[in-house]
């Protein structure tokens, strides 16, 4: 089974919109981390936002959040107020367990349009 | 936040030739390294872990001797493609992580990427 599943292959979104980009994950293992990250046309990979498996609330960082939803498994990106930057791919990623040395397994990724 | 760099950014080589990918984490002491690789509008694969001092954990499915990882020092590791082919053809990322990262979690930091073309 994927471990991380990223069901939007394209999204376009309108200037000064939110989107919400849709990542959902599987894991039996109590403790994981999840993150975002960002990869424009140039190809370098950007952080941009980490939750926690026992965080307790939904993490943010400026324009970005990630909707949480544990039972659910998902932890969707939303980005409020889109700039025409933002057009990009996005990965959404899981960490198993607590050993910080553990490998990320990553989603196929959405590619974001935003239009003017 | 943590800079990670790769060296170099785009290489061109012949077919049968090897190409030596640097990784560097500048500012931190990288215990754990990562090498993926990605090809056009496909997601990022795991190709190993390497940690300092001791030799590098290879994915399934990943060929150890055409793909020589070398993590030799705390601030560096190195990917060589030995006798390069156009399959080879793609884009290598790295990413560290490290004992003193800070703020985001524990997550990794990744370099800029090298893209490799085999003629």
New interface residues.
Partial sequence: AQKITQTQPGMFVQEKEAVTLDCTYDTSDPSY?L?W?KQPS??????L????SYDQQNATEGRYSLNFQKARKSANLVISASQLGDSAMY?CAM?EGRN??N??Y????TSLTVIP | ?AVVSQHPSRVICKSGTSVKIECRSLDFQA??M?WYR?FPK???M?MA?S?EGSKATYEQGVEKDKFLINHASLTLSTLTVTSAHPEDSS?Y?C?A?GARLAG??????????T?LTVL
């Avoid at chain 1, 936002?49 to 926690?52: E, N």
């Avoid at chain 1, 990553?106 to 990724?109: I, S």
């Avoid at chain 2, 985001?104 to 990427?113: I, K």
């Fill in positions: 981390g993150f990250y140039s190809g370098e990979m950007i952080f936002i980490y939750q926690g990965f960490r910080t040395g490998q990320f990553f989603g196929t990724g | 936040g215990t754990t990562f990605q496909q997601s990022l795991l872990t940690n884009f990322i990413s992580r985001g979690g524990d997550t990794q930091y990744f370099g800029p990427g893209r």
